[in-house]
């Protein structure tokens, strides 16, 4: 049933890559063990490729292994830091992708790296998977250093001019920064948290949703599901005007984590909230379509 636009693991071979703080990077197999009896089918599995994010980097190899070893599941994507092949603006990051796409790879995500989106370095790969029309994920940070993902300021004026001047890229949105801008009450201590006031008309995600097509949305984490449930009847709107361009997803990384957004949805679906066609689009019609992989119906 569900596609799972977004999810992290690790390899059998590395089961004990422990970070600050606890917890660890799940395997496939217990991704798998978790998500398969709630109804999840496959999943989209990202690699951590930029330094900023996080303690242990990982190739794009390892994830296409892991596809090798799940191919029922596993739906690789590949990774690229704008600041591979030599940290030029003309680096020739279509190679990279080209050799990726071959290798079955269906999108880009999730990109971190702590530039600005209008840098010469990021455009540059903007360019590339726009040119092989690719989807590509990405995670806002509200500041420089001290942060992973692509700068932005309140109101998301980058993301703004990335969208005009790449029309064609699509661009799956995720992270706090992003989805609390889906309120118009939004201050600078807030962004980068998980509201929970109802939404306040103006916010910037429904002016960009309704001026871009090529936004789309990953619903996935505390910050996606955030989104649609701190102020329920608006989410169930927003799903439904959206629902072409949202995803599903957990963005299951850590063997603790939960799946909340499932029960959120089922819930939806059954008490009428949203129809069975807004449930299927958003829970893996919208994915099957866009990764260009089998619907069962």
């Known amino acids: 049933m569900f596609i799972d636009i977004h999810v992290h693991a690790r390899t059998f071979d590395f089961p004990h890559r422990n970070v600050p703080g606890g917890g660890r ?29 996080g303690w242990f980097m990982q190739s794009v190899e390892e994830t296409l292994m892991m596809a090798e070893q799940h191919p029922d599941f596993v739906i690789p994507f590949m990774n690229i830091d704008p600041r591979q092949c030599l940290n030029h603006p003309d680096a020739d ?9 071959e290798r079955g790879c269906k999108g880009i995500g999730e990109v971190c790296a702590n530039l600005r989106w209008d840098d010469p370095r990021m455009e540059n790969l903007f360019r590339h998977a726009e040119e092989r029309e690719l989807s590509l994920t990405f995670h ?16 998301l004026p980058g993301l703004e001019r990335a969208l005009q001047r790449f029309p064609k890229l699509k661009f799956m949105a995720h992270s706090q920064p992003f989805w609390a801008e889906i309120s118009g009450d939004l201050t600078e201590e807030t962004r980068n948290t998980y509201p929970k006031t ?27 599901l955030n989104a649609i449930s701190r102020d329920p009847d608006f989410g169930y709107e927003f799903m439904t005007e959206f629902q072409d361009r949202l995803f599903f997803g957990t963005d299951f990384a850590d063997v603790r984590n939960e799946t909340p957004i499932i029960d959120f949805l089922n819930d939806a679906v059954a008490d009428g ?3 069975r066609e807004v449930y299927e689009k958003i829970g893996w019609k919208n994915a099957e379509k866009l990764l260009g992989i089998e619907s069962v119906g």
Request: aromatic share 10%; charged share 25%.
């Open 25 to 53: 990077y799940a395997t496939p197999e217990e991704i798998i063990e978790k998500l398969r009896p709630r109804g999840v089918r496959a999943a989209c599995v990202f690699s951590r490729v930029n330094p900023e994010v």
């Open 273 to 275: 909230n949203i129809s």
């Open 140 to 155: 806002i940070a509200p500041k420089e250093f001290g942060y992973y993902g692509i700068v932005d300021e309140l109101g």
């Open 93 to 101: 990051l279509g190679y990279l992708m080209d050799h990726y796409l």
């Open 198 to 224: 109802p939404v306040a008309e103006g916010g910037a995600v429904l002016r960009l949703m309704r001026d871009y097509p090529n936004l789309l949305g990953d619903l996935s984490a505390g910050s996606g």
